[in-house]
C-alpha cells in the first residue's frame, strides 16, 4: 500500500508543479514567448505523465486490479476533460499575448485536474494513517512487553518456597490479574479503536492463548498444583513472546514501507529540483555571454524569471528540511540540503541583481553537484531497501527502535563531498584573489560564509562520531 500510495502521490506532484499560472508580465515580441514556450513544455509533460500512468495500470492489472482500475477511471477522465487540447490551446492564446484568458482557462484547467488528482487518490492509504498504525503497533509491542515481565516475575514468585506473608491464594489472585490485563490487550488487538488500524493487530490470537494459559495457571495455584501451574505460566510466556514477535516484524516491516515511501518522495523531488536547477545555469550562461550592457527587455525579463525560479527551488528545499527534520534520524543530510537552500536563495538574489557572471555560475553548478549527491545516496538506500539487502549496521538499535533513514556510512560519504566543496571554494577565492587586500566587500561575505560552514562541517563531524558505536 505505502509504495502504491508513493506513486499516486508522485503524480499529484508532477501534474500541480508543472501548471503555471500566467503572470500579469509584458510578453516580448517573439515568434514563441516565453510563457508559451512554458505552457508547451508543460504540454509535452502532461502527454507523457498520461503515458506512464497508462502503462502502470497494465501493470498493476494482475495483481492489484482495483488500483488499476481507478488509475484507468481517471486518466480516462482526465481525457474526456481534453486537458491536453486545452493547454494547446493555452499555448496558442499565449503566443497572441491574450493574457486574461490564458489565465482564466489556466485556472479552469487546475480546477479539473484537482478533481481528477482527487479521484485518483480516494482510499488510499496515507501517510499520516500508516503513522498511527506504526504508533498503534508500537504500544501494543509495548504492553505485550510488560506482561511478559509480570508473567516472569510470577513464575519466579512460584519458584520460591511460600512463606506466610505470600500465601498460594494471593498468587492465584494476581495471576488473575495478569490474566485479564492479557484479556483486554487482546480485545484491542482484535478490535482496535476508531483512530487504529481497522484490522487485529499480529500476534492477536497469541496473546489470546496467553491469557488461557494464565486462568489455567491461577486455577492450579488454588488447587495447589504448583508444578502444573509453572507449566502454564511457561506456556503463556512463550505465547506472549510469540506476539511480540510477530509485532516487532510488523513493526519493522511498517517502518520499512514508510522509509520507502519518504526516500521516494525525497528522490522525485531532488529529481525535479535538478531538471529545473539544469535550465536555470543554461539560462544563465546565455545572459552572460550576451553580456548585461547589451540585454533587451526579454533578457531583462528573463533575469527576473530565473531569479523567481531560483527562489521557487528554495522553497522546494524547504519543504525537503521539515521532512527530514520531522523524520529526525539523520544528522548531514538536513545540513546539507539547508545550505542547498540558502544557496539557492543566494543565486536568486544575484540574479535578480544582475550578476550573472563566473562566481554565480560557480554557485549554480555547486547547487547542481550536491543535488547530484544528494540524489545517489537516496537511490542508492531506497534500492537496497527494496532489494531487502540492508543488513543492520554495527552496533544497530533494537527492532523496537526507528532505524536511520541513511546509514552512517552514506552520511560520512556526504559530509566528506560537503567538505570537498568547502575547500574548493576556498580554493577558489585565493587562486583569484590571492590575498585579503584584493577582496571586496561582497567577497568577504562569501568567504565569511565558507568560514560558518566549515564550522557547521566540524560539528557535524562530532556528532557523527558520537553516534558511531565504540571500534568503528
Known sequence: MQWRACTFWFAVAAWLTVVPLVGAQPVPDSERTPLAAKQELVSDRMARLEDRMFRLADELAKTEPDQAERLRRGLQRARELLLRPRMEEVMRLLDRAELAEASDRQKAILGDLDAVLESLLQDLEDPAAAEKRAEALERYRQRVNELIEEQQQLRRKGETPPVATQPAPDDAKAQRETAEKAGDLAKDMAEPSDSEPAEAAPGTDDVEAAQKHMEAAAEDLDQGRAADADQQQTRAIEALQQAMRKLERELMQQRREQQEALLRALEDRFREM??????????????DETGVEHWARADELLAGQLA????????????????LRTEGSTVVFPHIVEQVQADLDEAGNRIAAARVGAATQRLQNEIVATLEQLIEAVEQMRKQMEAGSMPPPPGAPEQSDKPPLLPN??????????QQRLHRETGTFFADFGNDAALTEEDRRDLQRVAERQKVVADMAIEMEERLPAGH
Open 409 to 418: 556510512s552514506a552520511e560520512l560519504k556526504l559530509l566528506r563531498s560537503l
Open 274 to 287: 535538478l531538471v529545473r536547477q539544469l535550465q536555470i545555469n543554461r539560462e544563465t550562461v546565455r545572459l
Open 308 to 323: 523567481q525560479g531560483e527562489r521557487d527551488l528554495s522553497a522546494e528545499a524547504v519543504v525537503a528540511l521539515r521532512i
